[in-house]
Every structure is written in C-alpha cells, then in structure tokens.
C-alpha cells in the first residue's frame, strides 16, 4: 500500500534512521540532541512551524547537532479532517517557517554547506494519515514522504516503557525508519526508551544516520 511513500530505506549495512516528531520542546528536545550525542548518532526532525516560531534556539541546536529537518505541517493537522487547500497551505507555511530559520540560523560553513547540499524535502504527515489527494499535490510539490516501518509508541500514555522499548528493539532492523516524538506527550516513555535502544543497537554494531539522500 502507498507505495509512493517512504517506509524504510533498504541496506544492507547496520543503519538505523531515528526520527523525532512533533518538536522542537523546551527541555524535551535538547535532552534528545544531548542523548543522540552521546552515541554519535544523527537523526532526523519532523518540526511543527508554530513550534520553530516559539523556540528557534532549539531548532538552531538541532541543525548545530548535523541532524536533517523535515515538515510537519506549521499546526500539526489532522489532514482527514482538513481541506486540501488548507492543509497544502499549512504545509506551505511550515516550509517557510524552516527556511527563513535556516537562513538566520548562522551556522558554521560546514553545517550551512550541508543544509545548502540537501534542501528541505521531507514531509511527515501528522498521525502518520491524510487524504489520497492531499499525498499526490504534496509529492507534486517535491516532497517526499516520510512514514516507517517502526513505531515507539511513546506517545500512548497505556503503555509501560519497557513495552516501548521492546517495540523498538524487537523490529527494528538493517535500513528501518523508527519514529519517536519529542514532545511533552511522549517525554516519560520516549527518554526511557531512547537511551537503551540506543545503548542496545550500538552494542550490536549499528549506526544511526539522518535521511539525506532519497
């Protein structure tokens, strides 16, 4: 089904893509950027516009960190329940939001390169649904969409960590698109997960890559 999105990146190298929806959070994503340092990992950030407005320091330390940025729409939209045109415009300002930052973000020549090397082109639909005529306009925009192949659950307040870890580390596999948030939601089981999957997939040899190139 949709095969025009993307759900994992196929390899045969150990590589894992983490990515992060919802933010940038006071506190919440910092300590991301911190715990993914530690492990030398680089992921990916499906940033909500209104968010980046609010705390664009905090978006500035994730492009600092040499992670890649996605949209997220600017109000995270349920897409099912929005006009088309609404919701490709909400897109839009979302996209506007992240290159204005990027422009005024003052990176180092490196990062800036980087950023210049592989424009914006990621797109997360919020809740992971829209309408069939929202995905094709999107990807006539030049996106790509980005879904996965592995979810965290961290966002679902029923579950226990360790079940969220388990989620993780029990399907995860070579070229897997793995979807945490940080967000305020997700904080309890997403920073007892991160840490230990992390811990658990570096010991088994994995790396964990940003999505660069599609």
């Not at 993307?6 to 919802?22: A, G, Q, R």
């Not at 800036?112 to 809740?127: A, K, T």
């Not at 005529?133 to 192949?149: A, E, F, P, R, T």
């Not at 870890?165 to 596999?173: E, G």
Request: aromatic share 12%.
């Amino acid at each position: 089904m949709f095969p025009d999105y993307v759900w994992d990146i196929p390899s045969k190298s150990k590589t894992l893509y983490l990515t992060f929806d919802d933010g940038p959070t006071p506190e919440i994503t910092d300590w991301t950027l911190e715990t993914l340092n530690k492990f030398n990992a680089r992921a990916t950030f499906f940033c909500i516009g209104n968010n980046i407005n609010k705390h664009p320091d905090i978006f500035k330390n994730i492009l600092a960190g040499g992670h890649r940025i996605g949209n997220h729409t600017h109000d995270h939209l349920k897409g099912w329940k929005t006009k088309t045109t609404r919701y490709l415009e909400n897109i839009r300002l979302c996209e506007s939001v992240l290159k204005t930052q990027l422009l005024h973000a003052h990176l180092p020549d490196k990062q800036n390169s980087l950023i210049q090397d592989h424009p914006i082109h990621l797109f997360r639909p919020p809740y992971g649904k829209m309408k069939p005529g929202q995905s094709k306009k999107i990807l006539d925009m030049g996106y790509h969409i980005v879904m996965w192949d592995v979810l965290s659950f961290d966002w679902d307040k029923t579950l226990s960590e360790e079940h969220c870890l388990n989620n993780v580390i029990n399907k995860a596999s070579n070229g897997s698109i793995v979807v945490f948030h940080d967000s305020l939601k997700a904080a309890k089981n997403m920073q007892f997960t991160l840490p230990r999957a992390l811990q658990y997939f570096s010991e088994k040899g994995f790396e964990f890559k940003a999505i660069n190139s599609l």
